[in-house]
């Protein structure tokens, strides 16, 4: 079964999750976005074995530590879509336009995701939702075991994920919400837990769609 612990990073107020399996405690970092003492603080008393770090998209405050814990444990980078490769490419511009310092070092990942792949670890899977919008390579893993999406910065408690920032795209990010990730309700009309990027956690059910349809979707 899927257990969670998460640590806010940064001035970003960024969710970094550890998530693992209860049984095999085999884990991974999910958006390690900086402050890697914050960070090691909350793996330290888990009793788990990090194999793996998975970025939902390539914003700065979601994969300002990945290559630190990458080293650290000497385990691969997983994710995001390749289509965020410009801005894993670019971090040095993204480290000057929010004033980082020291900057950011560009990276690429060990691996990229596309849609419908899986993550294991132990007996989790995790499965790869390509949701571009907020970024053009932003994806989200989805546990149907424990109906729990891990959402990076697609959507929150009360709003949708920006779309201002380079390569943000309201389309593509209301398509996205609409063709992917309000259907996990719909399928059987069972809340779903989110783990947002930033914020609270909190489910996805008819009455949250219907808010965000309300006040985003109005006129569409």
């Known amino acids: 079964m899927l257990n969670f612990k998460s640590q806010i990073v940064t001035s970003f107020n960024e969710n970094c999750y550890v998530i693992w399996c209860d049984k095999s405690k085999e884990a991974a970092l999910v958006d390690p976005g900086g402050e890697p003492k914050k960070i090691s603080q909350l793996i330290k008393p888990l009793n788990i074995s990090i ?30 879509h390749i289509f965020d490769h410009f801005l894993l490419k670019n971090l040095f511009s993204q480290s000057r336009l929010f004033n980082i310092s020291p900057a950011v070092n560009p990276f690429l990942p060990n691996q990229w995701l596309k849609d419908n792949d899986l993550i294991i670890l132990g007996s989790i899977v995790l499965e790869v939702i390509y949701c571009p919008g907020h970024s053009p390579g932003h994806i989200a893993f989805w546990n149907a075991a424990k109906r729990c999406l891990i959402s990076g910065d697609i959507l929150f408690e009360s709003s949708i994920g920006r779309t201002d920032l380079l390569g943000g795209d309201e389309k593509k990010i209301k398509y996205s919400l609409v063709q992917k990730i309000f259907p996990l309700f719909n399928k059987d009309n069972r809340d779903v837990t989110v783990l947002p990027g930033h914020g609270k956690k909190f489910l996805i059910n008819q009455k949250y769609i219907h808010f965000i349809f309300k006040t985003y979707f109005s006129g569409v």
Request: hydrophobic share 45%.
């Open 51 to 80: 194999t793996k770090i998975l970025l939902t998209h390539g914003h700065i405050d979601h994969v300002g530590s990945a290559i630190f814990f990458s080293k650290l444990y000497n385990i691969p980078v997983i994710g995001p």
